[in-house]
């Protein structure tokens, strides 16, 4: 198959580099370089732009990244055997990609950001969820311009949910309550090698324009109570946050005989808001 770029087959990388996959750092990789560019793509025009990539494993989405025009790639890999391959990539790229190797969830991504930022990544599995709400939940507006990221379909699926959503629940309160996130393209597990046992789905996340105010240890205080008990009605759910169960859900505007999944981001808002009024 033609490459969208003068390096060679990631197959004979992935051989010639001994990157057997690990499953201790979720890896499965996508070899297919149109599949790669696809996903770039689905981030929007890249010319002037900067994105940060989480675990480039042996350069795939690197390749497709920067195939299709971005600017600047800071890829952060954990995994120092994928190292050589990378530098293999910098140097078909110069002065375009810097290669980091870190744990990301140790790095400061904000003090990396140049200019208008993307953050693109095939996120390994087991710290896809706490990446995502640790960048929902860091200071706004928020250092990153966009978020378009992998997971296993069933976490995209409850992060793009809305009120009435059978995903419904506390990430996509969380998602929705910063952002308009949208499944862009779903990926059969042949797509990886190896394939995982599960599908998997690239999500978009861009910042809401109009930020709905309020803290966010408070709205992860409202959700927990009332998604902890779903199936409740709300004035029984909320119960377990102490207080004037019943005035704070009149105040917010909300009908106590709701359950928490038939209750929008916007009222969970006013829920952390009037809570943290009546708190003293
Ligand atoms: N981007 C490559 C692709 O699409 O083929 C690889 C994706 S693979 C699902 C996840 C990658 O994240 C692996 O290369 C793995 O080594 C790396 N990784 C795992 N945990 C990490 C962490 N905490 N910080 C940075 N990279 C990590």
Redesign the pocket.
């Known amino acids: 198959m033609a490459q969208i770029d003068g390096l060679p087959p ?1 197959r004979d990388v992935i051989r010639r580099h001994g990157l057997d ?2 499953k201790s ?7 297919d370089l149109n599949l ?1 560019a696809r ?1 770039a793509r689905s981030s929007g025009r890249l010319d002037d732009i900067t994105v940060i ?10 390749r497709g990244l920067l195939a299709e025009g971005a600017a600047k790639v800071i890829a ?4 120092r055997r ?1 190292l050589p391959a990378l530098e293999e990539i910098a140097a078909a790229y110069p002065g375009r990609l810097e290669i980091i190797e ?6 400061d991504m904000a003090g990396l950001a140049e200019g208008k930022t993307r953050i693109v ?7 896809a969820t706490p990446l995502l709400t640790g960048w929902l939940e860091a200071s706004w507006p928020p250092f990153w311009d966009s978020l378009t990221l ?1 997971f296993q379909k069933e976490v995209a699926e409850r992060i793009v949910a809305h009120a009435g959503d059978k995903a419904y629940g506390r990430l996509a309160v969380l998602a929705g309550w910063r952002t308009h996130a949208e499944i862009v393209l779903n990926l059969p597990p042949q797509a ?2 190896p394939p995982p046992k599960v599908s998997s789905a690239v999500v978009q996340l861009v910042p809401r324009a109009v930020p709905l105010a309020c803290d966010i240890k408070v709205l992860a205080r409202v959700t927990a109570a009332a998604f902890g008990q779903r199936r409740k009605m709300l004035r029984a759910a909320l119960k377990s946050l102490g207080g004037d169960t019943p005035g704070l859900i009149e105040k917010a505007g909300l009908n106590p005989t709701a359950r928490a999944e038939e209750i929008p981001v916007e009222g969970f808002v006013a829920l952390a808001n009037v809570f943290q009024q009546q708190t003293p």
Not at 53 to 62: F, I, K, R
Not at 76 to 79: G, Q, V
Not at 121 to 127: G, K, S
Request: net charge negative; with cysteine.
């Open positions: 990631l996959a690990r750092l979720g890896q499965n990789f996508l070899l790669t996903i990539e989480v675990g480039p494993g042996p350069g795939g989405l690197t952060i890999e954990k995994d994928c870190d744990d990301a969830l140790a790095v990544a095939n996120l390994p599995y087991n710290v992998m990886f090698t």
